[in-house]
């Protein structure tokens, strides 16, 4: 699998084939970008999030981007996908199964997909409210990151990129991880990117289509961190910055038990797992649970030396109520 040309900049193109794409993009962003947007002739507003993602109304957004699209000639058209993780994962599986696969252009608008989503060519539909049921490996054949775009979405989003940053510099190097906790602002996080995105398509490159295994190290926080994130209703930075630190004591190496830039605290993690009722049924959720008894499941337990450990699910649950504890 070919990895994508990343281009960073500063503002939105004004240089840029809009004549040969279809725009699909999220309407949130036509307020403060609506000049750029409107320069594409053909454009497809949609509203980000889960619903979008479901096959379920595939159907109908197959026949408008069509419409959409008419007139175009297939050799020379490409997918602009203009929007958060949800609207990447929704306009690559439409690029990649739109008469057999047209070129597609990544433009991620929030730092999950800019840090990761736009990049290793994973693209997503949900089925009967299951996430990521149905995809496709299609990279971007381009992943513009643009400064602006990322800068929009406030302070509060930066928080929520901390852990997402902080598990891809984990996985990588002591020498990441330690420019990683350098980072103090939005503007510190954007000069990390190239830095952080290298360091995921290393990973990728390893198991471009999750055949040996080594891809799974990007799950690194997320089994109880989804768990968390789908019982307690938190963000999903959030319950990632939790999961990383169940992971990070239950490897019980030199970084547990310290306070880590981007994780949660002992105590936060102490007072989420005492609000978590029913953590089996929480786990239950994640569908790599429901297939397989056993799971892989990623320790840390130094900066740059991940590994892969099955374990069953009670012994998750047992760490979960020795950590409670604890
Ligand atoms: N393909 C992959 O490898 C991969 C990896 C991780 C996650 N994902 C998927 O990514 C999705 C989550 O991504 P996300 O958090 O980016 O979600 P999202 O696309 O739903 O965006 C989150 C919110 O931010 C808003 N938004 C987007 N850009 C903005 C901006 N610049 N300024 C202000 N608001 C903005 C959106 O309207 C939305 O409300 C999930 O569906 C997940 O499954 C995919
Ligand atoms: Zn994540």
Same mark, same amino acid.
């Not at 350098?182 to 952080?196: H, I, N, Q, T, Y």
């Not at 989804?226 to 319950?239: F, R, T």
């Not at 374990?311 to 604890?326: F, H, M």
């Given at each position: 699998?070919?990895?994508?040309?990343?281009?960073?900049?500063?503002?939105?193109? $004004?240089?840029?084939?809009?004549?040969?794409?279809?725009?699909?993009?999220?309407?949130?962003?036509?307020?403060?970008?609506?000049?750029?947007?409107?320069?594409?002739?053909?454009?497809?507003?949609?509203? #980000? &999030?889960?619903?979008?993602?479901?096959?379920?109304?595939?159907? &109908?957004?197959?026949? +408008?981007? $069509?419409?959409? !699209?008419?007139?175009?000639?297939?050799?020379?058209?490409?997918?602009?996908?203009? %929007?958060?993780?949800?609207? &990447?994962?929704? *306009? !690559?599986?439409?690029?990649?199964?739109?008469?057999?696969?047209?070129? /597609?252009?990544?433009?991620?608008?929030?730092?999950?997909?800019?840090?990761d989503? *736009?990049?290793g060519?994973?693209?997503?539909?949900?089925? %009967?409210?299951?996430?990521?049921?149905?995809?496709?490996?299609?990279?971007?054949?381009?992943?513009?990151?643009?400064?602006?775009?990322?800068?929009?979405? &406030?302070?509060?989003?930066?928080?929520?990129?901390?852990?997402e940053?902080a598990k891809v510099a984990l996985l990588t190097s002591? +020498?990441l991880?330690?420019?990683?906790?350098?980072?103090?602002?939005?503007?510190?996080?954007?000069?990390?990117?190239?830095?952080?995105?290298?360091a995921k398509l290393k990973i990728v490159a390893l198991d471009p289509?999750e055949t040996s295994g080594h891809r799974h190290l990007l799950n690194f926080g997320h089994t109880?961190g989804?768990?968390?994130? $789908?019982?307690?209703?938190?963000?999903? !930075?959030? +319950?990632v910055? /939790?999961g990383l630190?169940?992971a990070i004591?239950?490897a !019980?190496?030199?970084? *547990?038990?310290?306070?880590?830039?981007?994780?949660?605290?002992?105590?936060?993690?102490?007072?989420?797992?005492?609000?978590?009722?029913?953590?089996?049924?929480?786990?239950?959720?994640?569908?790599k649970?429901?297939?397989?008894?056993?799971i892989r499941f990623i320790f840390v337990s130094?900066p740059g030396y991940p590994s892969i450990r099955e374990? #069953?699910? $009670?012994?998750?649950?047992?760490?979960?109520?020795?950590?409670?504890? +604890?």
């Open positions: 699998m070919k990895n994508s040309c990343v281009r960073f900049s500063t503002r939105l193109p $004004s240089r840029f084939d809009f004549q040969n794409s279809v725009l699909i993009y999220d309407r949130v962003l036509e307020k403060k970008f609506g000049p750029w947007i409107r320069r594409f002739p053909r454009r497809y507003g949609v509203r #980000s &999030g889960e619903y979008l993602k479901a096959v379920e109304n595939f159907a &109908g957004h197959a026949a +408008a981007i $069509s419409k959409v !699209g008419e007139g175009l000639s297939v050799r020379e058209m490409q997918i602009v996908a203009l %929007g958060g993780g949800s609207v &990447g994962d929704f *306009a !690559g599986f439409v690029a990649s199964v739109f008469k057999r696969g047209v070129r /597609l252009v990544h433009v991620p608008s929030t730092w999950l997909s800019a840090i989503s *736009a990049h060519g994973k693209t997503a539909l949900n089925v %009967g409210g299951i996430k990521n049921q149905i995809g496709t490996f299609y990279p971007a054949s381009e992943v513009l990151i643009c400064r602006d775009l990322l800068l929009n979405q &406030g302070p509060a989003r930066f928080d929520d990129a901390k852990a940053a002591a +020498a991880w330690t420019k990683t906790q350098k980072v103090r602002d939005e503007s510190g996080l954007f000069r990390l990117l190239p830095d952080l995105i290298r289509k109880v989804h768990a968390l994130e $789908s019982s307690l209703h938190l963000s999903h !930075g959030e +319950a910055s /939790l630190r169940f004591d239950w !019980g190496g030199a970084l *547990a038990q310290k306070d880590l830039w981007g994780i949660a605290t002992r105590a936060q993690l102490r007072r989420a797992l005492a609000r978590l009722k029913n953590p089996a049924r929480a786990l239950a959720q994640d569908k649970m429901v297939t397989n008894k056993r130094r374990v #069953s699910v $009670s012994d998750i649950l047992a760490e979960i109520e020795r950590q409670k504890n +604890a």
